[in-house]
Antibody
Framework: DVYLVESGGGLVQPGGSLRLSCAAS????????MNWIRQAPGKGPEWVAY????????FYADSVKGRFTISRDNAKNLMHLQMNSLRDGDTATYYC???????WGQGTLVTVSS | DIQMTQSPSSLSASVGDRVTITCRAS??????LNWYQQKPGKAPKVLIS???TLQSGVPSRFSGSGSGTDFTLTISNVQPEDFATYYC?????????FGQGTRLDIK
């Protein structure tokens, strides 16, 4: 079975930083591109960032460009999202997801508040 | 970006009803369209991919159709466990986008 487990969420003040991680298992992680997707309370999902299987191609949503950095470590089956200069509007549950859309983690909650 | 517009935003139905949710893309996306079901506190779960392919384990009362810009999700004979929020999502572009969701409530 495919498992994606996010960690690293929490409460942070505006302007602060957090690093999210996604641990993958049950599939050949190094062969698949991955996404970070977030969902603010009561809202629909919003794509945040994409990374190709080897990490050579990366895209960001305009709302996070210049503040967030996606990366992956295929040797450890891990993906990360470094989030800097956090804003109130970044408050959401953050999911890592297989690029097919078929597999999502359970999500980790990021709350940006003073 | 490709905009996805769902309608209605909410829907009330009784057990046994047939319901239809529509999704329109701002440009042609061929059949690169997924439908998700989300229940409170859970991650979205894919029901249908490729506009009409039912995922393994998903009841046959769910069906999807459409191509190009206009798509539909139909639930025939709605069951109590189907009351949830449904989202469409295009995978035509690497920059995926979602509809705003349709909340299906019990009448």
């Amino acid at each position: 079975d495919v498992y994606l487990v996010e960690s690293g969420g929490g409460l942070v003040q505006p302007g602060g930083s957090l690093r999210l991680s996604c641990a993958a298992s049950g599939f050949r992680f190094s062969e698949y591109s991955m996404n970070w997707i977030r969902q603010a309370p009561g809202k629909g999902p919003e794509w945040v960032a994409y990374i190709s299987s080897r990490g050579e191609t990366i895209f960001y949503a305009d709302s996070v460009k210049g503040r967030f950095t996606i990366s992956r470590d295929n040797a450890k089956n891990l993906m990360h999202l470094q989030m800097n200069s956090l804003r109130d509007g970044d408050t959401a549950t953050y999911y890592c997801a297989h690029s097919s859309g078929y597999h999502w983690g359970q999500g980790t909650l990021v709350t940006v508040s003073s | 970006d490709i905009q996805m517009t769902q309608s209605p935003s909410s829907l009330s139905a009784s057990v046994g009803d047939r319901v239809t949710i529509t999704c329109r893309a701002s440009q042609s996306i061929s059949n690169y369209l997924n439908w998700y079901q989300q229940k409170p506190g859970k991650a979205p779960k894919v029901l249908i991919s490729g506009a009409s392919t039912l995922q393994s384990g998903v009841p046959s009362r769910f069906s999807g159709s459409g191509s190009g810009t206009d798509f539909t999700l139909t639930i025939s004979n709605v069951q109590p466990e189907d009351f949830a929020t449904y989202y469409c999502q295009q995978s035509y572009r690497t920059l995926i986008t979602f509809g705003q969701g349709t909340r299906l409530d019990i009448k």
